[in-house]
């Protein structure tokens, strides 16, 4: 039992210097596989499946800040997260535990802790304001290869 991970460790990493998304929350990688109709006169009543593409997203939710700036030692603020959304352009995203550090100063998992890592789009940025703490989401999609390696 000793080995089950500590959700609090597990996080997700953004841009070329892997630093943690601000103020996160909680994180999570999904990995899908479409499937294509592969359904015959000889299938009987169940149909049949082939293997598609996979595909693969990231999705984020945080403490809203907005008093933090890219000056701040704590980077992917909700300011810098915008600007990368609003430049279309892929960045390079990391899943998985911290391997040193404490917040705000965590590094992205070094060896020889394996993790999860590509390029991905912002394609959805929301800011929630409720009653309590102000939040936002964020979601990422994958575009690329999905690795899972020790980052080099």
Avoid at 31 to 58: P, Q, R, V
Avoid at 127 to 138: H, M, V
Wanted: contains cysteine; negative net charge; aromatic residues 10%.
């Amino acid at each position: 039992m000793n080995n089950i991970v500590y959700g609090g460790s597990l996080m997700l990493f953004v841009g070329a210097t892997k630093t943690p998304v601000a103020f996160s929350t909680s994180a999570k990688l999904a990995i899908n596989l479409a499937t294509k109709d592969g359904t015959t006169k000889d299938s009987g009543i169940f149909a049949e499946k082939f293997a598609g593409h996979l595909d693969w997203n990231m999705s984020t939710d945080g403490l809203l800040n907005y008093a933090l700036t890219t000056d701040d030692t704590l980077v992917n603020s909700i300011d810098e997260l915008f600007t990368t959304m609003i430049a279309r352009a892929p960045i390079q995203v990391a899943f998985g535990i911290t391997s040193a550090g404490t917040s705000p100063d965590w590094t992205a998992p070094a060896t020889p802790q394996k993790c999860f890592y590509g390029n991905a789009f912002i394609t959805s940025l929301d800011q929630n304001a409720e009653l309590d703490a102000a939040t936002y989401s964020i979601k990422l999609e994958g575009t690329g290869a999905l690795n899972w390696a020790v980052l080099s």
